[in-house]
Nanobody
Framework: QVQLVESGGGLVQPGGSLRLSCTTS????????MTWYRQAPGKERELVAF????????NYADSVKGRFTISRDNAKNTLYLQMNSLQPEDTAVYYC??????WGKGTLVTVSS
């Protein structure tokens, strides 16, 4: 059974940092490209970052480029998203997922003073 469990969200002040984690099971993590998505209140879900299965290729939405870093540990079947210089517009539920259609419950990130 596939499981995607996001964690690390919370309340942070503007300019702060958070590190999200996504622990996975039920599929071969090391052979799958992975992504982070987010959905802000009242908005459609959007792709935030992509990482290839080896970790050698990454790509980011323009809105987070230079502030967010996606990474992975294939030995631990875990995906990460380091988020720096957070702004109120980064407030959203963040989801990790492979390229095929399976979603976890997400983790809420709230950026507010």
């Amino acid at each position: 059974q596939v499981q995607l469990v996001e964690s690390g969200g919370g309340l942070v002040q503007p300019g702060g940092s958070l590190r999200l984690s996504c622990t996975t099971s039920g599929f071969t993590f090391s052979t799958n490209d992975m992504t982070w998505y987010r959905q802000a209140p009242g908005k459609e879900r959007e792709l935030v970052a992509f990482i290839s299965n080896t970790g050698l290729r990454t790509n980011y939405a323009d809105s987070v480029k230079g502030r967010f870093t996606i990474s992975r540990d294939n030995a631990k079947n875990t995906l990460y998203l380091q988020m720096n210089s957070l702004q109120p517009e980064d407030t959203a539920v963040y989801y990790c997922k492979p390229l095929w259609d399976y979603w976890g419950k997400g983790t809420l990130v709230t950026v507010s003073s």
